[in-house]
């Protein structure tokens, strides 16, 4: 409780002080509460407002011991020696490495951070020490970027060419994270394509091989868990320990066997769970003591927030933790309530099938109720059939788990018998996990996405029931058809919202509006943003709306030209119209099956079922209008003054949402002017910070666009 208030004050409030502060404070009314429920039961009050306490000064004592010193490198510019901890990471235009910088200008440092690399295709390898003109910077504090939820403090930029020297202190970590790189290419070479890619990722938690396709169809069909090492993974493998050599002797082996699969795989939050669950079971065997499952959850979430508190906000420690608590709570009762006619089955065979089937329902549900609200709350998605694409597939896992280790030790003493395996005997489950979740991926309406809050709240109400159930003041049947009619109705009402309603999403990459429209189809607008940004971004849309390409991009200004957003995306995602603007402004692109087009006048197109109208500025910058039922949109963002004030006086521009720049926004008689001309409902400002205006501008809600992504809805 105590990480989650300080991280949550910490991303929104700048002096460290009045973090603290804060922070206390809540622990006081924290303890209030205590006082209120527990004052009778003192052992029970002691406990928890030590823990409050202890919890409090822990986070604190993080924030100044370990963060704060941090900062003190931040535009520390000279020459950087880094030794890189992981493998570098290849995006378009540039590479990011992770490791320690070890000096910064001879000084010792020995701080973790992000390095932004020159190159757009690094083979840098853990273990290597490079050595270059750089600047560190203090990372900022955003929870999307998912550097503070890794204890990553420091970001460098390289200025100048880098001399790569081998031989840093190979640790543990580097070692693991070698042997997971091998142990996944070893896959990719027996096993190519998406079969091989799903088989690294089991077996070492690498998954980087995966085609755009299928990497998609795993989010949308609510099948992304089985890439994710976790309890499923580890208790496999226990399980094969403790047949191959029984209970006892498989403890003492499952446990070591268990750390070592979670170093290779990278310790993630997931599978150190897991392994801290285990080690607990194995524990209450020795010390033949019952099995508190509670209580070997409650200890891995706080050694992983002890380890560090800002991954209490980590979306992949929050969904592994959830999911693991709906196991613990509900997949048990559910089971029982749904196996009662069971036992009426006489076959055995029967037996055993209908007892797959039943369990896998079981946990699925439990697990898809406890971490629905967390998909809504990070990813604005909802996978709607999660529960049968895993029904169909975790039967498989095991098997190909155990054929898995079985093939890469084959090929470790005799190459082409593991080939033979692999091709012979692995490839089939593979392929049949592979073809289920493209199969059940594929359908437009697998995933939806939603940002009502009343969903949220039903899925709470779920969640609210079960701990009614657990204090028995609910039978098992009536939670059984509630929480069914909950997952149907969320199932329901995303549906229908989607089919109903489109969505704008409006995002700020450097002062550069980029518009994200979903409607019929997905079209993007505008791609002069930062190239790899505007790829990223497409592609986070595209998994949340389970889309195969793009049905337009539209360029509303030359900017494409000499920042690559439009080559970036083209990449990334397949478009099948590309308007460009002004006959001169040619571009390479990579686009399967393109109808490319360009404009240079004024005029109206479709795009996803809206119409686009484009307004004229000057030579190669156009306004735009989008135009649907009860929604209405402007943009003049780009244009100068002067030529803003001439659209609006040429053309009928009234729109419901003004999109202005900071050049626009501040200067206030233009914008006054501007206003009472379109007479909008609300005016959006992409601003890089300096902006003077408040929430208000004459009467008109203002809204600034730095960071978050700005969405509204329209009726189909």
């Given at each position: 409780?105590?990480?989650?208030?300080?991280?949550?004050?910490?991303?929104?409030?700048?002096?460290?002080?009045?973090?603290?502060?804060?922070?206390?404070?809540?622990?006081?009314?924290?303890?209030?509460?205590?006082?209120?429920?527990?004052?009778?039961?003192?052992?029970?009050?002691?406990?928890?407002?030590?823990?409050?306490?202890?919890?409090?000064?822990?986070?604190?004592?993080?924030?100044?011991?370990?963060?704060?010193?941090?900062?003190?490198?931040?535009?520390?510019?000279?020459?950087?020696?880094?030794?890189?901890?992981?493998?570098?990471?290849?995006?378009?235009?540039?590479?990011?490495?992770?490791?320690?910088?070890?000096?910064?200008?001879?000084?010792?440092?020995?701080?973790?951070?992000?390095?932004?690399?020159?190159?757009?295709?690094?083979?840098?390898?853990?273990?290597?020490?490079?050595?270059?003109?750089?600047?560190?910077?203090?990372?900022?504090?955003?929870?999307?970027?998912?550097?503070?939820?890794?204890?990553?403090?420091?970001?460098?930029?390289?200025?100048?060419?880098?001399?790569?020297?081998?031989?840093?202190?190979?640790?543990?970590?580097?070692?693991?994270?070698?042997?997971?790189?091998?142990?996944?290419?070893?896959?990719?070479?027996?096993?190519?394509?998406?079969?091989?890619?799903?088989?690294?990722?089991?077996?070492?938690?690498?998954?980087?091989?995966?085609?755009?396709?299928?990497?998609?169809?795993?989010?949308?069909?609510?099948?992304?868990?089985?890439?994710?090492?976790?309890?499923?993974?580890?208790?496999?493998?226990?399980?094969?320990?403790?047949?191959?050599?029984?209970?006892?002797?498989?403890?003492?082996?499952?446990?070591?066997?268990?750390?070592?699969?979670?170093?290779?795989?990278?310790?993630?939050?997931?599978?150190?769970?897991?392994?801290?669950?285990?080690?607990?079971?194995?524990?209450?065997?020795?010390?033949?003591?019952?099995?508190?499952?509670?209580?070997?959850?409650?200890?891995?979430?706080?050694?992983?927030?002890?380890?560090?508190?800002?991954?209490?906000?980590?979306?992949?420690l929050l969904l592994s933790f959830s999911a693991t608590l709906g196991l613990i709570l509900l997949s048990a009762p559910?089971?029982?309530?749904?196996?009662?006619?069971?036992?009426?089955?006489?076959?055995?065979?029967?037996?055993?099938?209908?007892?797959?089937?039943?369990?896998?329902?079981?946990?699925?549900?439990?697990?898809?109720?406890?971490?629905?609200?967390?998909?809504?709350?990070?990813?604005?998605?909802?996978?709607?059939?999660?529960?049968?694409?895993?029904?169909?597939?975790?039967?498989?896992?095991?098997?190909?788990?155990?054929?898995?280790?079985?093939?890469?030790?084959?090929?470790?003493?005799?190459?082409?018998?593991?080939?033979?395996?692999a091709n012979w005997v692995l490839y089939w489950p593979l392929t049949w996990v592979v073809r289920v979740i493209r199969?059940?991926?594929?359908?437009?309406?697998?995933?939806?996405?939603?940002?009502?809050?009343?969903?949220?709240?039903?899925?709470?109400?779920?969640?609210?029931?079960?701990?009614?159930?657990?204090?028995?003041?609910?039978?098992?049947?009536?939670?059984?058809?509630?929480?069914?009619?909950?997952?149907?109705?969320?199932?329901?009402?995303?549906?229908?919202?989607?089919?109903?309603?489109?969505?704008?999403?409006?995002?700020?990459?450097?002062?550069?509006?980029?518009?994200?429209?979903?409607?019929?189809?997905?079209?993007?607008?505008?791609?002069?943003?930062?190239?790899?940004?505007?790829?990223?971004?497409?592609?986070?849309?595209?998994?949340?709306?389970?889309?195969?390409?793009?049905?337009?991009?539209?360029?509303?200004?030359?900017?494409?030209?000499?920042?690559?957003?439009?080559?970036?995306?083209?990449?990334?995602?397949?478009?099948?119209?590309?308007?460009?603007?002004?006959?001169?402004?040619?571009?390479?692109?990579?686009?399967?099956?393109?109808?490319?087009?360009?404009?240079?006048?004024?005029?109206?197109?479709?795009?996803?079922?809206?119409?686009?109208?484009?307004?004229?500025?000057?030579?190669?910058?156009?306004?735009?209008?989008?135009?649907?039922?009860?929604?209405?949109?402007?943009?003049?963002?780009?244009?100068?003054?002067?030529?803003?004030?001439?659209?609006?006086?040429?053309?009928?521009?009234?729109?419901?949402?003004?999109?202005?720049?900071?050049?626009?926004?501040?200067?206030?008689?233009?914008?006054?002017?501007?206003?009472?001309?379109?007479?909008?409902?609300?005016?959006?400002?992409?601003?890089?910070?300096?902006?003077?205006?408040?929430?208000?501008?004459?009467?008109?809600?203002?809204?600034?666009?730095?960071?978050?992504?700005?969405?509204?809805?329209?009726?189909?």
């Open positions: 409780m105590m990480a989650l208030t300080v991280t949550l004050l910490f991303v929104r409030v700048e002096p460290l002080l009045h973090v603290v502060l804060l922070s206390a404070a809540a622990a006081c009314l924290y303890a209030a509460a205590v006082v209120a429920v527990a004052r009778e039961h003192v052992r029970l009050f002691l406990s928890l407002f030590l823990g409050l306490l202890a919890g409090w000064l822990w986070c604190c004592g993080y924030l100044y011991i370990v963060w704060s010193p941090a900062q003190q490198w931040d535009m520390e510019a000279g020459t950087i020696r880094l030794e890189t901890d992981t493998y570098a990471e290849s995006n378009v235009s540039y590479g990011v490495v992770y490791g320690r910088v070890t000096h910064v200008d001879g000084v010792p440092c020995g701080r973790k951070a992000k390095v932004y690399l020159q190159d757009g295709s690094p083979d840098f390898a853990p273990g290597d020490i490079l050595v270059f003109e750089g600047t560190l910077q203090a990372v900022e504090r955003q929870p999307d970027r998912n550097l503070l939820q890794q204890a990553c403090f420091l970001a460098a930029s390289q200025d100048g060419p880098i001399d790569r020297q081998p031989g840093a202190c190979m640790n543990l970590l580097r070692k693991a994270a070698v042997l997971s790189h091998a142990i996944a290419d070893n896959a990719m070479k027996l096993l190519p394509g998406n079969e091989g890619a799903l088989l690294g990722a089991l077996l070492s938690g690498n998954r980087d091989g995966f085609s755009d396709e299928f990497d998609r169809a795993l989010n949308t069909s609510g099948t992304r868990h089985i890439t994710a090492v976790s309890g499923l993974h580890v208790m496999t493998l226990a399980g094969i320990l403790l047949w191959m050599f029984g209970k006892r002797l498989g403890l003492l082996v499952a446990v070591p066997v268990a750390v070592v699969y979670a170093a290779v795989t990278g310790f993630s939050p997931s599978v150190v769970r897991a392994v801290i669950l285990l080690l607990f079971w194995s524990a209450s065997f020795w010390l033949k003591q019952e099995k508190d499952s509670l209580t070997a959850l409650g200890a891995a979430l706080v050694v992983l927030v002890a380890w560090n508190p800002f991954s209490s906000i980590s979306a992949g559910l089971y029982e309530v749904l196996s009662g006619p069971m036992k009426r089955v006489k076959n055995r065979l029967v037996g055993k099938l209908l007892h797959y089937l039943l369990a896998t329902t079981a946990a699925s549900l439990a697990a898809t109720l406890f971490t629905m609200p967390l998909n809504l709350l990070f990813f604005d998605t909802v996978p709607l059939l999660g529960v049968l694409s895993n029904l169909l597939i975790l039967w498989a896992l095991s098997t190909i788990l155990v054929l898995g280790i079985l093939v890469l030790l084959v090929s470790c003493l005799w190459l082409p018998g593991a080939q033979f395996l199969l059940v991926g594929c359908w437009q309406y697998a995933a939806t996405d939603s940002t009502n809050l009343f969903l949220a709240a039903v899925c709470l109400a779920a969640l609210l029931a079960v701990l009614l159930w657990r204090g028995k003041l609910l039978p098992g049947k009536t939670l059984l058809l509630s929480c069914t009619a909950m997952l149907c109705a969320v199932a329901v009402f995303t549906t229908a919202e989607r089919m109903a309603f489109g969505l704008v999403e409006i995002h700020n990459y450097g002062n550069q509006p980029v518009f994200l429209l979903r409607s019929e189809g997905v079209s993007l607008i505008n791609t002069g943003a930062n190239p790899d940004r505007a790829a990223e971004t497409v592609g986070t849309a595209m998994d949340r709306w389970n889309a195969d390409g793009l049905e337009t991009i539209l360029c509303t200004s030359g900017d494409y030209r000499t920042q690559g957003g439009l080559r970036a995306v083209t990449e990334s995602a397949s478009a099948h119209r590309i308007l460009l603007p002004s006959a001169d402004g040619t571009v390479t692109v990579v686009c399967a099956d393109r109808n490319t087009g360009v404009f240079s006048a004024s005029g109206t197109v479709t795009v996803s079922g809206v119409t686009a109208q484009l307004l004229q500025g000057n030579e190669d910058t156009f306004a735009l209008r989008l135009i649907s039922k009860r929604f209405s949109l402007l943009s003049l963002c780009g244009l100068k003054i002067t030529d803003a004030l001439a659209v609006t006086e040429t053309y009928p521009c009234g729109a419901g949402i003004l999109v202005v720049d900071d050049g626009l926004a501040n200067d206030w008689q233009a914008l006054y002017d501007l206003c009472q001309r379109i007479k909008p409902e609300q005016i959006l400002v992409i601003t890089g910070g300096y902006s003077e205006h408040g929430d208000r501008f004459a009467g008109i809600p203002l809204i600034l666009v730095e960071r978050e992504v700005q969405r509204f809805r329209f009726v189909r």
